[in-house]
């Protein structure tokens, strides 16, 4: 498996488990289950913003440990053009939430990744051309159904990486044609 592919199918794994966490401890807090509606409303978005925060950033670290494992390592150019725009999208969804705009974070936080893949594409590889484009898809008609964002967030962040990651790893193995 090369280093792409197991990136992609990490990250995806990752936010599969987050969200899985994320739904329940929502729920919980909606129907009261395990006494987690006596939290404040305030230290409930601390904690599910924190558990999406930890996601990224062991994300990054498994991607850091991955890099560092291959003989080329990655420039500073590439790290820059993936961590700014990472972190001015973590600012653009603190702010939404801060404004209550809670209905629009999950649209934006998929079009926001998918254009952050569009950005690296020059560094990478062309095909996230493909994988960021659908993801700025799949943002825009999330726009339209705001009752399904939990399916919505499972496929850009967990379904979509993980078969983007399977492609990757099958192109790799296939034979190259002259």
């Known amino acids: 498996m090369n280093y792409r592919s197991k990136i992609f199918v990490l990250s995806g794994l990752y936010a599969l488990i987050a969200i899985f966490l994320a739904k329940k401890l929502f729920f919980n807090y909606y129907f009261g289950a395990e006494g987690s509606n006596v939290l404040p409303i305030n230290l409930f978005e601390i904690v599910i913003f924190s558990m999406a925060l930890l996601t990224f950033i062991l994300t990054l670290i498994t991607i850091s440990i991955i890099v560092k494992r291959k003989t080329n390592p990655v420039s500073f150019k590439k790290r820059f053009h993936f961590l700014i725009p990472s972190l001015l999208g973590w600012i653009i969804i603190f702010l ?14 998929i079009i926001i ?7 690296l594409n020059r560094f990478v590889t062309s095909r996230l051309v493909y994988f960021g484009s659908s993801l700025i898809l799949l943002g825009i008609i999330s726009f339209f159904f705001p009752s399904n964002n939990w399916l919505f967030l499972s496929l850009g962040f967990g379904v979509f990486p993980i078969v983007f990651g399977l492609i990757l790893l099958r192109k790799s193995k296939s034979p190259v044609e002259s």
Request: no cysteine.
């Open 96 to 109: 939404m939430l801060q404004q209550n705009l809670s209905a629009i974070v999950v649209p934006v936080s």
């Open 113 to 119: 990744y998918g254009l952050i893949l569009l950005n």
